[in-house]
């Protein structure tokens, strides 16, 4: 079974550009979630989809952050404009279920740095 | 706030020389405390779900446990490989049920041959 696959693995782009994260979760996973990581602290949650609809976004940080997953199956993450704070390690991960007893799996993550 | 800590930030052990890690929690109501081992350069790979206190996972040289307000990670004779960094995370009641991961800063553990 494939694993959580993200792309791409690093970006750097400049301040005030676009960039969009692709993620495509494990082939059957209804629930799909992105977290981040900036240096020097802990993965924070960003938001969770389930299939196509977006069941919790309370950890976006602002409007300059667009989540999208159509037809329920990759999902993608823009970022517009990218600032400086912005640069990190975004992380995908993918559920079954979205009871007590379903694991989340990790992607390898896409490095972002903006300069 | 819910908050998880782990401790301790870092360690350096000798081959076959075990140890614990620790991750305190503060929460809501727990629903979840999940261990995962992270590479450089790699997303984080599930290792263990404890649910209740009391409860105990093992898998190889690793064995997790759960108490009402922390969680050891247990390494039994660790060799090179077991190196990478440990995360805890937990997962809370908040308002009503949510699956959001609330993760620690992570244990950077490197064994030495």
């Known amino acids: 079974e494939a694993g959580v696959t993200q792309f791409p693995s690093h970006s750097v782009i400049e301040k005030g550009q676009t960039v969009t994260l692709r993620c495509d979760p494990i082939s059957g996973h209804d629930n799909l979630y992105w977290y981040r990581r900036v240096m020097g602290k802990e993965i924070k949650f960003l938001l969770h989809?389930?299939?196509?609809?977006?069941?919790?976004e309370s950890g976006m940080p602002n409007n300059r952050f667009l989540a999208e997953r159509t037809g329920g199956t990759y999902s993608t993450l823009k970022v517009q404009p990218a600032e400086l704070e912005d640069s990190g390690v975004y992380f995908c991960?993918?559920?079954?279920?979205?009871?007590?007893?379903?694991?989340?799996?990790f992607g390898p993550g896409t490095r972002l740095t903006v300069l | 706030e819910d908050q998880v800590t782990q401790s301790p930030e870092a360690l350096r052990l000798q081959e076959g020389e075990s140890s614990s890690l620790n991750c305190s929690y503060t929460v809501s109501g727990l629903r979840g405390l999940f261990w995962y081992r992270q590479d450089p350069g790699k997303g984080p790979e599930f290792l263990f779900t404890?649910?209740?206190a009391g409860e105990e996972k093992e898998k190889e040289r690793l064995k997790a446990t759960l108490t009402k307000k922390e969680s050891f990670l247990h390494i039994t004779a660790p060799k090179p490989e077991d190196s990478a960094t440990y995360l805890c995370a937990v997962r809370t009641y908040y308002g009503g049920a949510t699956n959001k991961l609330i993760f620690g800063t992570g244990t950077l553990l490197a064994v030495q041959p």
């Open positions: 989809f389930v299939k196509e609809s977006k069941q919790d």
């Open positions: 991960a993918s559920s079954r279920g979205s009871g007590s007893y379903n694991e989340q799996f």
């Open positions: 404890l649910y209740s």
